[in-house]
């Protein structure tokens, strides 16, 4: 469990409510939403993403990080019914906990390296830029990741944060100076400009319109560096 996702979202029965009457109204809607149905055998029952289609779940590269556990008490001789426990267990959590932890997912592009996914209350979210070393392209020296290297904020859980991943995809895209690079919530990468001669090309970075950011770029030299090639 991430203790950092505890905190951001106090992980409160409050919250459990919320994600459960969420799948109520969804319901109401005409919108099945199934989950495992349990006999009450055991003193606690623990659905997943596999269990509970409320939680995130990449079924490409079955990935899924959140669980939510019922614990019990005053089971029915029957097993048709039960109460929430109010006793805390060992960590001291009762009643309804929610738990999910992020994990490590490699970019397409090697020296990126890897980046922290999390699923939480059902959406998918960054964590974090992995440290984690890569090897160069002779297999002989270790680096590290670029954009772990370049980043400001490596790890938005240590301010007790999480990023809602707007795009992760690796489908090879052409644009030139009359056709920009549409982007997520209004941005467009735009060529400008190109120097055939040293090879250059100018690269602007608008959002609704207006320029952000700007830059000169040489990603066909020889020995071109990583920053040209991101």
């Known amino acids: 469990m991430i203790n950092k996702i505890r905190n951001i979202a106090s992980i409160s029965v409050y919250m459990i409510i919320i994600l459960i009457i969420t799948a109520i109204l969804v319901q109401a809607q005409g919108i099945d939403v ?40 005053n089971i029915a001789q029957d097993k048709a019914s039960a109460t929430l426990s109010d006793e805390p267990d060992a960590n001291g959590n009762r009643g309804v906990v929610y ?8 970019f397409s592009f090697g020296p990126w390296g890897q980046y922290e996914e999390i699923g939480f209350l059902g959406g998918d979210y960054f ?22 290297d370049m980043s ?21 895209q052409i644009f030139d100076s009359s056709n920009p690079l549409e982007l997520e919530e209004g941005y467009n990468l735009s ?4 120097d055939s001669d040293s090879k250059k090309v100018y ?3 608008s959002k609704n319109g207006k320029i952000v950011d700007n830059k000169v770029i040489q990603p066909s030299i020889e020995n071109v560096n990583i920053a040209d090639q991101t």
């Open 191 to 194: 060529i400008k400009s190109i």
């Open 152 to 172: 400001e904020n490596k790890n938005l859980m240590t301010n007790e944060l999480i990023s809602e991943l707007l795009d992760d995809d690796n489908t090879e």
């Open 127 to 148: 964590a974090a830029y992995d440290s984690k070393a890569i090897w160069d392209l002779n297999e002989t020296n270790q680096s590290v990741p670029f954009l772990y």
């Open 99 to 106: 738990t999910t932890k992020a994990i490590p997912i490699d």
């Open 34 to 73: 199934r989950g495992d149905i349990h006999d009450l055998g055991e003193r606690s029952v623990t659905w997943d993403s596999y269990s509970f289609p409320g939680f995130y779940y990449d079924i490409d590269d079955d990935i899924g990080t959140e669980n939510l556990t019922f614990m019990l008490s």
């Open 203 to 205: 690269l602007e970075l």
